[in-house]
Protein backbone atom coordinates (compact mmCIF):
# COMPACT_ATOMS: atom_id res chain seq x y z
CA UNK A 1 0.00 0.00 0.00
CA UNK A 2 0.88 3.54 -1.02
CA UNK A 3 2.60 5.87 1.88
CA UNK A 4 3.71 8.91 2.47
CA UNK A 5 5.76 10.32 5.45
CA UNK A 6 6.42 13.62 7.13
CA UNK A 7 9.22 13.03 9.40
CA UNK A 8 8.65 17.14 10.72
CA UNK A 9 6.41 17.63 12.85
CA UNK A 10 6.94 21.45 13.58
CA UNK A 11 9.65 23.75 11.57
CA UNK A 12 10.14 27.61 12.21
CA UNK A 13 11.75 30.06 9.87
CA UNK A 14 12.54 33.61 9.72
CA UNK A 15 10.51 35.74 7.92
CA UNK A 16 12.51 36.44 4.43
CA UNK A 17 14.22 33.53 4.61
CA UNK A 18 13.64 29.57 2.97
CA UNK A 19 12.44 26.69 4.47
CA UNK A 20 12.31 23.19 2.75
CA UNK A 21 9.85 20.59 4.31
CA UNK A 22 10.40 16.97 3.77
CA UNK A 23 8.41 14.36 2.69
CA UNK A 24 8.93 10.86 1.65
CA UNK A 25 6.87 8.43 -0.19
CA UNK A 26 6.27 4.57 -0.89
CA UNK A 27 4.80 3.05 -4.02
CA UNK A 28 4.71 0.58 -6.77
CA UNK A 29 3.15 2.00 -9.20
CA UNK A 30 4.89 4.38 -12.29
CA UNK A 31 2.10 6.69 -13.09
CA UNK A 32 1.41 8.90 -10.20
CA UNK A 33 1.43 12.71 -8.46
CA UNK A 34 2.33 14.51 -5.49
CA UNK A 35 1.00 17.43 -4.15
CA UNK A 36 1.51 19.87 -1.18
CA UNK A 37 -1.49 21.41 0.35
CA UNK A 38 -1.32 24.34 3.16
CA UNK A 39 -4.40 24.27 5.81
CA UNK A 40 -4.29 27.05 7.27
CA UNK A 41 -5.88 28.45 10.97
CA UNK A 42 -9.11 29.01 8.79
CA UNK A 43 -9.06 24.83 8.38
CA UNK A 44 -9.51 25.66 4.67
CA UNK A 45 -7.14 22.83 2.61
CA UNK A 46 -5.52 24.72 -0.23
CA UNK A 47 -3.58 23.22 -3.05
CA UNK A 48 -0.53 24.86 -3.35
CA UNK A 49 1.63 22.93 -5.75
CA UNK A 50 2.12 19.51 -7.89
CA UNK A 51 3.92 17.51 -9.23
CA UNK A 52 3.50 15.04 -12.12
CA UNK A 53 5.81 11.45 -11.94
CA UNK A 54 6.82 11.42 -15.47
CA UNK A 55 7.98 14.77 -15.49
CA UNK A 56 11.66 15.17 -14.61
CA UNK A 57 11.61 19.01 -14.22
CA UNK A 58 10.66 19.95 -10.65
CA UNK A 59 7.24 22.37 -10.19
CA UNK A 60 7.40 25.89 -9.04
CA UNK A 61 4.76 28.36 -8.38
CA UNK A 62 6.11 31.70 -7.52
CA UNK A 63 7.72 31.01 -3.83
CA UNK A 64 6.94 27.76 -3.86
CA UNK A 65 9.12 24.95 -5.52
CA UNK A 66 9.54 21.18 -5.24
CA UNK A 67 12.88 19.24 -5.41
CA UNK A 68 11.45 15.92 -6.53
CA UNK A 69 13.67 12.73 -6.62
CA UNK A 70 11.70 9.95 -7.94
CA UNK A 71 14.34 7.30 -7.24
CA UNK A 72 14.70 8.60 -3.88
CA UNK A 73 10.81 8.89 -3.43
CA UNK A 74 11.49 11.94 -2.05
CA UNK A 75 9.22 14.98 -2.45
CA UNK A 76 10.26 18.53 -0.84
CA UNK A 77 8.75 21.81 -0.49
CA UNK A 78 11.34 25.01 -0.44
CA UNK A 79 8.83 28.39 0.83
CA UNK A 80 11.20 31.23 -0.49
CA UNK A 81 10.90 34.81 1.18
CA UNK A 82 8.52 33.23 3.64
CA UNK A 83 6.00 35.00 4.99
CA UNK A 84 3.90 35.82 7.85
CA UNK A 85 0.79 34.41 5.89
CA UNK A 86 2.76 31.12 5.00
CA UNK A 87 2.69 30.33 8.92
CA UNK A 88 0.43 27.40 8.57
CA UNK A 89 -0.13 23.20 8.01
CA UNK A 90 1.53 21.46 5.30
CA UNK A 91 0.31 18.59 4.12
CA UNK A 92 2.31 15.91 1.87
CA UNK A 93 -0.22 13.99 -0.49
CA UNK A 94 -0.20 11.24 -3.33
CA UNK A 95 -2.50 10.29 -5.81
CA UNK A 96 -2.14 7.73 -8.58
CA UNK A 97 -4.56 6.00 -11.11
CA UNK A 98 -4.64 2.63 -10.17
CA UNK A 99 -8.41 1.80 -10.49
CA UNK A 100 -10.67 4.66 -10.10
CA UNK A 101 -10.59 5.89 -7.25
CA UNK A 102 -8.22 9.48 -6.78
CA UNK A 103 -7.90 8.93 -3.50
CA UNK A 104 -5.39 11.19 -1.95
CA UNK A 105 -3.00 9.48 0.64
CA UNK A 106 -1.75 12.27 3.32
CA UNK A 107 1.35 12.41 5.43
CA UNK A 108 0.69 13.54 8.68
CA UNK A 109 1.31 17.35 8.44
CA UNK A 110 4.37 19.78 9.14
CA UNK A 111 3.25 22.89 11.03
CA UNK A 112 5.29 25.66 9.92
CA UNK A 113 5.82 28.74 12.15
CA UNK A 114 7.02 32.20 10.82
CA UNK A 115 8.43 34.35 13.10
CA UNK A 116 8.99 38.07 12.78
CA UNK B 1 -16.43 31.57 -8.66
CA UNK B 2 -15.73 28.07 -8.47
CA UNK B 3 -15.92 26.25 -5.39
CA UNK B 4 -16.80 23.60 -3.05
CA UNK B 5 -19.08 24.31 -0.68
CA UNK B 6 -20.05 22.54 2.69
CA UNK B 7 -23.40 23.11 5.31
CA UNK B 8 -23.25 23.50 8.06
CA UNK B 9 -19.70 24.61 8.83
CA UNK B 10 -20.48 23.66 12.57
CA UNK B 11 -22.15 21.26 13.75
CA UNK B 12 -22.99 20.01 18.17
CA UNK B 13 -25.25 17.00 17.86
CA UNK B 14 -26.21 13.65 20.63
CA UNK B 15 -25.89 10.63 19.69
CA UNK B 16 -28.46 8.82 17.60
CA UNK B 17 -30.06 11.93 15.83
CA UNK B 18 -29.39 11.18 11.89
CA UNK B 19 -27.77 14.03 10.48
CA UNK B 20 -26.59 15.24 6.84
CA UNK B 21 -23.76 17.16 5.86
CA UNK B 22 -24.46 18.70 2.22
CA UNK B 23 -21.82 19.14 0.13
CA UNK B 24 -21.87 20.77 -3.37
CA UNK B 25 -19.08 21.70 -6.57
CA UNK B 26 -20.12 24.28 -9.38
CA UNK B 27 -16.86 22.70 -11.84
CA UNK B 28 -19.04 19.85 -13.11
CA UNK B 29 -16.47 17.76 -11.78
CA UNK B 30 -17.41 13.91 -11.83
CA UNK B 31 -15.78 12.80 -8.83
CA UNK B 32 -16.32 13.68 -5.27
CA UNK B 33 -14.80 12.62 -2.08
CA UNK B 34 -14.83 12.88 1.59
CA UNK B 35 -12.69 12.43 3.77
CA UNK B 36 -12.34 13.06 7.60
CA UNK B 37 -9.30 14.53 9.89
CA UNK B 38 -8.08 13.79 13.28
CA UNK B 39 -4.95 14.61 15.06
CA UNK B 40 -2.42 12.05 14.71
CA UNK B 41 -4.48 10.24 11.89
CA UNK B 42 -4.66 12.72 9.23
CA UNK B 43 -6.94 13.01 6.79
CA UNK B 44 -8.78 9.67 5.53
CA UNK B 45 -10.96 8.73 3.06
CA UNK B 46 -14.96 7.76 3.62
CA UNK B 47 -16.28 7.13 0.23
CA UNK B 48 -16.41 8.40 -3.33
CA UNK B 49 -17.87 8.71 -6.20
CA UNK B 50 -16.89 8.77 -9.64
CA UNK B 51 -20.23 10.05 -11.23
CA UNK B 52 -23.72 10.50 -10.89
CA UNK B 53 -25.12 7.32 -9.35
CA UNK B 54 -21.62 5.53 -8.76
CA UNK B 55 -20.37 5.45 -5.03
CA UNK B 56 -17.95 3.32 -3.52
CA UNK B 57 -16.75 2.76 0.08
CA UNK B 58 -12.96 4.40 0.93
CA UNK B 59 -10.29 3.60 3.83
CA UNK B 60 -13.19 4.01 7.09
CA UNK B 61 -16.81 4.06 5.55
CA UNK B 62 -18.23 2.48 8.75
CA UNK B 63 -21.08 4.56 10.06
CA UNK B 64 -21.62 6.52 6.94
CA UNK B 65 -23.92 6.56 3.88
CA UNK B 66 -23.46 8.94 0.76
CA UNK B 67 -25.66 9.24 -2.25
CA UNK B 68 -24.92 10.93 -5.93
CA UNK B 69 -28.31 11.80 -7.40
CA UNK B 70 -27.12 14.86 -9.28
CA UNK B 71 -23.56 15.72 -10.38
CA UNK B 72 -23.14 18.67 -7.73
CA UNK B 73 -24.07 17.25 -5.20
CA UNK B 74 -22.31 14.84 -2.94
CA UNK B 75 -24.32 14.63 0.55
CA UNK B 76 -22.48 12.68 3.54
CA UNK B 77 -25.11 11.32 6.06
CA UNK B 78 -24.59 9.69 9.21
CA UNK B 79 -27.94 7.42 10.77
CA UNK B 80 -26.85 7.16 14.08
CA UNK B 81 -23.94 9.28 15.15
CA UNK B 82 -21.43 8.38 18.13
CA UNK B 83 -18.76 10.14 19.27
CA UNK B 84 -15.85 8.33 17.61
CA UNK B 85 -17.27 10.44 14.27
CA UNK B 86 -16.52 13.71 16.16
CA UNK B 87 -13.94 15.02 13.26
CA UNK B 88 -13.32 17.67 11.54
CA UNK B 89 -14.99 16.45 7.50
CA UNK B 90 -13.70 17.81 4.09
CA UNK B 91 -15.45 17.48 0.56
CA UNK B 92 -13.69 17.54 -2.04
CA UNK B 93 -14.34 16.92 -6.25
CA UNK B 94 -11.79 16.49 -9.21
CA UNK B 95 -12.15 15.54 -13.03
CA UNK B 96 -13.19 12.13 -13.66
CA UNK B 97 -10.59 11.21 -16.12
CA UNK B 98 -7.01 10.28 -15.22
CA UNK B 99 -5.43 13.97 -15.07
CA UNK B 100 -3.78 16.50 -12.09
CA UNK B 101 -5.73 14.27 -10.12
CA UNK B 102 -6.09 17.62 -8.18
CA UNK B 103 -8.93 17.97 -5.79
CA UNK B 104 -10.58 20.92 -4.79
CA UNK B 105 -11.97 21.18 -1.33
CA UNK B 106 -14.70 22.77 1.04
CA UNK B 107 -14.39 24.97 3.62
CA UNK B 108 -14.93 21.91 6.20
CA UNK B 109 -17.24 21.29 8.89
CA UNK B 110 -16.18 20.77 12.68
CA UNK B 111 -18.19 17.88 13.83
CA UNK B 112 -19.11 17.22 17.42
CA UNK B 113 -21.46 14.31 18.98
CA UNK B 114 -22.08 14.39 22.24
Known amino acids: AQTVTQSQPEMSVQEAETVTLSCTYD???????LFWYKQPPSRQMILVIR????KQQNATENRFSVNFQKAAKSFSLKISDSQLGDAAMYFC?????????????WGLGTSLAVNP | EAQVTQNPRYLITVTGKKLTVTCSQN?????MSWYRQDPGLGLRQIYY???????DKGDVPEGYKVSRKEKRNFPLILESPSPNQTSLYFC?????????????FGPGTRLTVL
Open chain 2, 49 to 55: SMNVEVT
Open chain 2, 27 to 31: MNHEY
Open chain 1, 27 to 33: TSESDYY
Open chain 1, 93 to 105: AYSDNAGNNRKLI
Open chain 2, 92 to 104: ASGYGIPSYNEQF
Open chain 1, 51 to 54: QEAY
